[in-house]
């Protein structure tokens, strides 16, 4: 069965940085890509990174955020620099793709989602 770990989230105060991992494990052959989205209270979930074959950051992260990805360890991180009130949200890793050693079907896996506070 497919896990995705997160960790790395935490209080930090604005302008501050943090850096988030999240390790994907369970008998993983490949995956087409893997991302990072945050949710906000009343807010919808949305697309903060995405690290497949390009990269893609949604604009109100672009020149603060990075995302990389460790295909050997089927890891992916964010460093999140310069950090705003407005980044505060649960963040979530997603795995898109995975192919397992138990099945030829392509599936989708959400983490369980970090908590980052961004407050004075």
């Known amino acids: 069965q497919v896990q995705l770990v997160e960790s790395g989230g935490g209080l930090v105060q604005p302008v501050g940085s943090l850096r988030l991992s999240c390790a994907a494990s369970?008998?993983?052959?490949?995956?087409?890509?893997m991302a990072w989205y945050r949710q906000a209270p009343g807010n919808q979930r949305e697309l903060v990174a995405r690290?497949?074959?390009?990269?893609n950051y949604a604009d109100y992260v672009k020149g603060r955020f990075n995302i990389s990805r460790d295909n050997a360890k089927n890891t992916v991180y964010l460093q999140m620099n310069s950090l705003k009130p407005e980044d505060t949200a649960v963040y979530y890793c997603?795995?898109?793709?995975?192919?397992?050693?138990?099945?030829?079907?392509?599936?989708?896996?959400w983490g369980q989602g970090t908590q980052v506070t961004v407050s004075s």
């Open positions: 369970g008998g993983i052959v490949s995956m087409n890509a």
């Open positions: 997603y795995a898109e793709g995975v192919v397992v050693v138990t099945s030829l079907h392509r599936r989708d896996y």
């Open positions: 690290r497949g074959g390009s990269t």
